[in-house]
């Protein structure tokens, strides 16, 4: 125990991520890859919730002609899909989960109350919160710093598909420069796109810590808690 730098922890994973190279759908490779990481974690006795996000099945934006509302709402059923299947595969590990959404579905999961997350996660449980934060207009980003301040969460873990914050996309721009830290005021000041606008000012006004790493670099996330230099640091 004595070895980790941050006891309790909020894994932020993309639902793009876990679709792998097949860019939708569920990856059983990526999930394999994923759950492998986060039992690494468990067994250091680290407090671990996960937010997942839904594009790998669908995103509030994809509804172009749709009304808003409606396609978030598709958005965060997709986030469910994603959720659930993360439990399965983290069970099978023999990791004990609950899955709370911020929309009721009592026959698959447990509706989002902060005191009985914050009593699984003491429990030792893996707590998965599913379909954002309820309301429309609100990112996965967003749920992930809120959620992180509601359980008090010492760290948020970035998982992507690029191993942390550059000047510009690296995809597009081969001069791109990386930074090993940065502020938020930063990232707000450059319109870097790390996080949404309203989930980076969230994680600045409750100083919460933001570490952003490559998920296909095993590792990573050890690394990490352990407080060693990994991807982006933004304080």
Known sequence: MSEIKYKRILLKLSGEALAGENKTGISP?????????????KDLGVEIAIVVGGGNFW??????????????????????????????????????TRVQ???????????????KATK????GRIVIFAA???NPFFTTDTCAALRAAEIDAEVILVAKTIDGVYSADPKIDPSAVKYDEITYLDILNKDLKVMDSTATSLCRDNNIPL???AMSEKGNMIKAVK?????????
């Open 211 to 213: 570490i952003i790493f």
């Open 59 to 96: 995103r509030g934006k994809y509804g172009h002609n749709m009304e808003k509302t409606t396609s978030d709402y598709m958005g965060m059923l997709a986030t469910t899909i994603n959720a659930l299947a993360l439990q399965d595969a983290l069970e099978a590990k023999g990791m004990y």
């Open 132 to 134: 954002g934060t309820g």
């Open 227 to 235: 407080g060693k230099k990994v991807g982006t640091l933004v304080k």
């Open 29 to 41: 490779e990526v999930l394999e890859d994923i759950t492998s990481q986060v039992k690494d974690l």
């Open 120 to 123: 699984h996660l003491e429990k």
């Open 101 to 115: 959404t911020a929309i009721e579905m009592r026959e698959i999961a447990e509706p989002y109350i902060k005191r």
